[in-house]
């Protein structure tokens, strides 16, 4: 895990592809405060970072895992040719 820490920030400039994250807020596996760090450090112009208030590591194990299934789809929907 840390190696792929390392990694992810010695590459960040390879990232050219719109860019998605969502981050529990309440996260305690994840930083909230290092994701939205390494969020603003991105120099990308489809960048999406969604904050997700009282939320923890595993987004898709909370009680309203629709909206968030929601915000994904919306998102892809948004950049993925029909």
Known sequence: MQ???????????????????????????????????WFESLNLQDRTLDMLPG?????LQESDRILTTDRILKWLDERVPK
Do not use: F, K, S, Y
Request: net charge negative; aromatic share 0%.
């Open 3 to 37: 190696r792929a820490l390392v990694q992810v920030h010695a590459d960040i400039a390879r990232i050219q592809r719109p860019l998605l994250i969502l981050q529990g807020d309440q996260d305690q596996v994840v930083d909230p405060q290092a994701t939205e760090a």
């Open 55 to 59: 939320h923890l590591h595993e987004l």
